[in-house]
């Protein structure tokens, strides 16, 4: 069955302790990763997409990588205004999207 | 600015009575869908549109229906709403289709007694 599994569910960190945070996928025929970040009250604003394993992108103090099994989405020197839930999609060849339920990350002054 | 805008933002009705969450993009995208969030069970898709007068079922479409008569707007209607539908609601847009970045509009909080 296809499944896309973040983890960890929450993460709490100190501003400038950088982390990762973990999507596992077993899909057949992926598509694309794309990664999302949601604040609270609000919808889901997009990141990256990823299309193939190696490939990294970055943005500010974010940077997603992909491999055949799994994304990681490194937050380098965080601050409180990163502070959100960030959800991973995957996409298949027959075109279903399939998002994760997201990692909730704190970030404390 | 380009935008997804869904209304309300919050609603509170009682079970079996009509109603609808209404959807529109000013981005003149082809691909529009309806999300449920719950959690611990992420986003699931309801319904997708391809574009106008297309219209097909995601994941969880029961109890749910859509129309797409205009390319910009995409209304969510519960005909009969259920406690079980009791949900935070988004909807979302792209040019061509979900594989694209997706918009997703600030979303629905329905609460059904």
């Known amino acids: 069955e296809d499944q896309v599994t973040q983890s960890p569910e929450a993460l709490r960190l100190q501003e400038g302790e950088s982390s990762s945070l973990n999507c596992s996928y077993t899909?057949?025929?992926?598509?694309?990763l794309f990664w999302y970040r949601q604040d609270p009250g609000k919808g889901p604003e997009f990141l990256f997409t990823?299309?193939?394993a190696g490939e990294e992108k970055e943005k500010e103090r974010l940077k997603a990588t992909l491999t055949k099994k799994e994304s990681f989405l490194h937050i380098t020197a965080p601050k409180p205004e990163d502070s959100a839930t960030y959800l991973c999609?995957?996409?298949?060849?027959?075109?279903?999207?399939?998002f994760g339920t997201g990692t909730r990350l704190q970030v404390f002054p | 600015e380009a935008q997804v805008t869904q209304n309300p933002r919050y609603l509170i009705t009682v079970t079996g009575k009509k109603l609808t969450v209404t959807c529109s993009q000013n981005?003149?995208?082809?691909?529009m869908s309806w999300y449920r969030q719950d959690p611990g069970l992420g986003l699931r898709q309801i319904y997708y549109?391809?574009?106008?007068?297309?219209?097909d079922k995601g994941d969880v479409p029961e109890g749910y229906k859509v129309s797409r008569k205009e390319k910009r707007n995409f209304p969510l209607i519960l005909e009969s709403p259920s406690p079980n539908q009791t949900s935070l609601y988004f909807c979302?847009?792209?040019?061509?289709?979900?594989?694209?970045?997706?918009?997703f509009g600030s979303g629905t909080q329905l609460s059904v007694l």
């Open positions: 981005m003149n995208h082809e691909y």
């Open positions: 990823l299309y193939s």
């Open positions: 549109s391809m574009n106008v007068e297309v219209t």
């Open positions: 979302a847009s792209s040019f061509f289709g979900r594989n694209e970045k997706l918009f």
């Open positions: 899909v057949s025929g992926l598509r694309g």
């Open positions: 999609a995957v996409s298949r060849n027959t075109d279903k999207l399939i």
